[in-house]
């Protein structure tokens, strides 16, 4: 089994969370970029309020896909163990600092002068287009719990074993209709894995219909 794209992704995701709806005061938050469209169909289905939670994935130098780590708004970091991944101290707080600075351009891109949401109180529902280490979704956890939601649920279209295991560690609750037993990598799972535009982050968030480019001919 494979997704054609997120749209389809997050239609199929939807469909495994039926149980979420109707609950009072529920938000979905996408993780950007990947996670937006996703989320936007999981809100949709849920007639949930949409928006992101920022996380930058530490990716190791020259393989970016595997995660030494991440960051999250709030000033949240997750970081593997120093053996699991030998690179400087000083290259890690290089990629730290250069990815706190992406963080930081993608919220403005992404929200503008409009302030986050507040989740206390509330239940949250964390999406993204996937989960490798678990690292990043680990860190959007973690910013979430520091505003003391009711309950917070990830859903994710497909995920390696390990990485639901840690995140399962922290979340009420994970969702996810695709475990492969060999993992590989999030985009092997899609036939289209291309790159979300920030524009189009914009237009999920405004409810605007995306302008994506005319397929290759």
Known sequence: MRYDNRQQAG????????????????????????????????????????DVLVVRKL??????????GAIASGGVQVRAEPGDWPVSPSMLEEIVQREQL???RRERAYRGDRPAPSLQGRPVLLVDDGLATG?????????????????????????????????GALADEVVCPLVP?????VGVWYRDFGQTRDEEVRQLLAHEPVRRPPAAT
Do not use: N
């Open 102 to 104: 992406e963080l930081q």
């Open 135 to 167: 690292a990043t979704m680990s860190a959007a956890v973690q910013a979430a719990r520091m505003q003391a939601p009711s309950r917070i649920g990830v859903a994710v279209p497909v995920a390696s074993r390990e990485a639901l295991a840690k995140v």
């Open 11 to 50: 239609q199929r995701l939807a469909q495994a969370l039926s149980a979420w709806r109707g609950q009072q005061d529920l938000i979905v938050l996408a993780l950007p970029r990947g996670g937006v469209p996703v989320a936007a169909e999981v809100a949709q289905s849920l007639c949930a309020p949409l």
């Open 181 to 185: 037993e060999s993992f590989h990598a």
């Open 59 to 68: 990716g190791h130098p020259g393989q970016e896909e595997y995660a030494m």
